[in-house]
C-alpha cells in the first residue's frame, strides 16, 4: 500500500522537519559513488612503478582502497576550459594486489606478464584529408568492440602504441555515419574516442600507454599529458626522455617519437634520437622490446602511387639502423595495418599494430620477402589490413604471436613464432 504524509502543524511540525533535516542533510548534497569517476585504469611507469589514474566531474579526486587501506587520490590536472574534469592519481605500493576506486574493482598483476595484447591507432578519423569514419557505426568503427574483446583475452597487460584521438575536424552536415561526434582538443572527444570505448579494456589489466604523433603539443598533447604520461604532469613538450618498464624478464623500453619525421630527417632532431638510443643501451638486458609509436622498418604505400615507403627515415638515421643485442622486437603502431617483419635474425623483428580502429590503407599485395629493407633483406613477412589486434604469449623458447580480428579470433595465416630475433610466421 503506497502511504502518504501529511503536512504536520504547531509544534511537532518544527519536531518532524528537523529530523527530516538530520537524515537527509542538505537538499543540494551529492552522494559519493561510481558515478562520480568517468574512468579508472591502472598504468606502468618508469621503474615499474604502477600507478591508479582516475578521471572525476567531482570537486575533489575519489579515495581509492589500495591494499587494505584508503587513501585520497592527488590531484594530476586540475579543470580547464577544455577539460572540465579533474584526473587523478595514486601509486601502488610493490607487492600490493587490490586496487579499487569508487566502487570499480582494477585487475593488480601477481606474476610477469605471459599474456600481452597490442593495438594502436584506435581513434574515430574525422578529417578533411584522409576522410570522415563513420563513428556512429560500430561496423565502421570497431574500436569499442575490439576493447570488449581485448577484456575477454584476458591479458595480463595491454600495450597501446599511440595516436589515441582522430576526431580533429567536425563532421560534415551530410555524413549520417558521424553526426553529432565531437571533435577537437577537449574532454569530450578523449571521452568519446578512448576513454568511453576501452572502459572494458581499461579495467581488465594494467596498461603501457606509448605516445603517439596525434598526441604532439599542436594537436592532443594537452589531453596526453593530463591523462596518460606517467611522469609528473608538466606543460606539454613535445620531447620526453625514454624509459624502461621493467617486468619479470622482459624489460619494455619506451620511447616517445613524436618529433621523428618518417621522411625527412632533421639533424638536431637525429643527434637527440641518437643519445635516447645510447641511453637505452646499458637498459635492455638479455630480453627486451623497444617500443614506440613510429617504426624502425614498417612498409607502407606509396602516397604518391606504386611503391613501398620504409618509416621511419629519422629513427634509422638516429639508430643507425642498430639496437642493443638484448632487443628482440621493436613493437610500433603508426602505419595502419598489422606488419610482422623479419629479418633472419639480422636485427629485430618489426611488429606494427596500427589496426584499433581507425581507417585502414590498402592491403600490401606485392611479395616483400627479399625485399631490402634499411639495410637487411625481408625474410619472412605477414601484412594485412583489418581491424582487430595483436597477442604476444610467451613459451618455453620465446614468444607467439597472432594477429587477431575485432571479435578476438586469429587472422588467417596470423600466427608467428617470435625466438632468437626471428618472426617466423
Known amino acids: 500500500m503506497r502511504s502518504r504524509v501529511l503536512p504536520p502543524s504547531g509544534t511537532m511540525s518544527i519536531v518532524l522537519l528537523m529530523l527530516f533535516a538530520l537524515v537527509s542533510g542538505p537538499a543540494n548534497a551529492s552522494t559519493p559513488g561510481p558515478a562520480q569517476v568517468d574512468a579508472a585504469w591502472l598504468q606502468f611507469g618508469p621503474d615499474g612503478s604502477l600507478l591508479l589514474r582516475a578521471i572525476t566531474h567531482a570537486e575533489v579526486c575519489p579515495r581509492a582502497a589500495i591494499g587494505n587501506s584508503t587513501v585520497p587520490m592527488t590531484e594530476r590536472a586540475a579543470p580547464g576550459p577544455a577539460f572540465p574534469i579533474r584526473s587523478c592519481e595514486a601509486v601502488l605500493p610493490k607487492g600490493e594486489r587490490r586496487a579499487d576506486v569508487a566502487g570499480r574493482r582494477l585487475v593488480v598483476p601477481d606474476h610477469p606478464p605471459r599474456r600481452i595484447a597490442v593495438l594502436g591507432d ?20 570497431p574500436f569499442a568492440r575490439i576493447a570488449r574483446s581485448l577484456a575477454e583475452y584476458r591479458p595480463d597487460l595491454i600495450v597501446h602504441v599511440g595516436d589515441y584521438l582522430y576526431r ?5 552536415a551530410d555524413e549520417a555515419g558521424c553526426a553529432g561526434s565531437p571533435w577537437g582538443q577537449n574532454w569530450d572527444t578523449w571521452a568519446a574516442d578512448f576513454f568511453t570505448p576501452a572502459a572494458p579494456a581499461l579495467a581488465a589489466a594494467p596498461w603501457v600507454f606509448v605516445r603517439g604523433d596525434h598526441e604532439s603539443c599542436a594537436r592532443a598533447g594537452e589531453g596526453w599529458f593530463r ?33 621523428a619525421d618518417d621522411t625527412d630527417p632533421s639533424p638536431p632532431v637525429v643527434q637527440d634520437f641518437a643519445q635516447q638510443f645510447n641511453s637505452l643501451s ?25 611503391g613501398l615507403e620504409v618509416f621511419n627515415a629519422t629513427l634509422q638515421q638516429a639508430s643507425n639502423n642498430s639496437l642493443p643485442p638484448g632487443v628482440q622486437l621493436v613493437l610500433t603502431g ?3 595495418l598489422a606488419e610482422v617483419l623479419s629479418f633472419g635474425g639480422a636485427r629485430a623483428p618489426q611488429l606494427v599494430a596500427g589496426i584499433g580502429g581507425t581507417l585502414l590503407l590498402p592491403d600490401i599485395d606485392q611479395d616483400v620477402v627479399g625485399m631490402d629493407v634499411a639495410g637487411a633483406v625481408l625474410t619472412d613477412a605477414t601484412i594485412t589490413s583489418a581491424h582487430g589486434f595483436v597477442t604476444l604469449e610467451r613459451g618455453s623458447a620465446g614468444w607467439s604471436a597472432t594477429l587477431r580480428d575485432v571479435t578476438g579470433r586469429p587472422q588467417p595465416g596470423g600466427h608467428c613464432r617470435v625466438e632468437h630475433k626471428e618472426a617466423i610466421c
Open 227 to 259: 591523462f596518460l604520461e606517467p611522469r609528473p604532469a608538466v606543460s606539454c613538450t613535445d620531447r620526453t626522455d625514454p624509459y624502461t618498464v621493467p617486468l619479470g624478464g622482459l624489460r619494455l623500453l619506451v620511447m616517445d617519437t613524436v618529433r
Open 122 to 141: 584506435t581513434g574515430c578519423r574525422l578529417k578533411q584529408v584522409d576522410g570522415f569514419q563513420a563513428c556512429n557505426d560500430p561496423q565502421q568503427w
Open 282 to 306: 646499458g637498459q635492455a638486458g638479455e630480453e627486451a622490446w623497444l617500443l614506440s609509436h613510429r617504426p624502425l622498418w614498417g612498409l607502407e604505400p606509396a602516397t604518391a602511387g606504386t
Open 168 to 172: 580533429e575536424e567536425p563532421c560534415p
Open 334 to 336: 603508426h602505419i595502419h
